[in-house]
Nanobody
Framework: VQLVESGGGMVQPGGSLRLSCAAS????????MSWIRQAPGKGPEWISA???????YYADSVKGRFTISRDNAKNTVYLQMSNLKPEDTAVYYC???????WGQGTQVTVSS
């Protein structure tokens, strides 16, 4: 199992980024997927998930600003982030739900 995140970077408050997580080594379409983030000095925070049927779930902290999606043909899960705030600064990880498989993470920094 391999999960590889990309798309992070530095953005100003109010800006947008789209994160991608490319999956391999398992039948992607058969698993629910999630995004988790970890800010400096804090524990991991679950922020979003998408099940195999495409139903989306969000933490209150990102609801209305972030959108999770998946492309089973590309074995990829996405996180579209809009109206970013400084408190969104963190390393973002994708995780296969029901497992301990995580990616290496991608850094998102929101700063003026």
């Amino acid at each position: 199992v391999q999960l590889v995140e990309s798309g992070g970077g530095m953005v100003q408050p109010g800006g947008s980024l789209r994160l991608s997580c490319a999956a391999s080594g398992f039948t992607f379409s058969a698993y629910d997927m999630s995004w988790i983030r970890q800010a400096p000095g804090k524990g991991p925070e679950w922020i979003s998930a998408i099940n195999i049927g495409g139903t989306q779930y969000y933490a209150d902290s990102v609801k209305g600003r972030f959108t999770i999606s998946r492309d089973n043909a590309k074995n990829t899960v996405y996180l579209q982030m809009s109206n970013l705030k400084p408190e969104d600064t963190a390393v973002y990880y994708c995780k296969r739900l029901g497992s301990n498989y995580w990616g290496q993470g991608t850094q998102v920094t929101v700063s003026s």
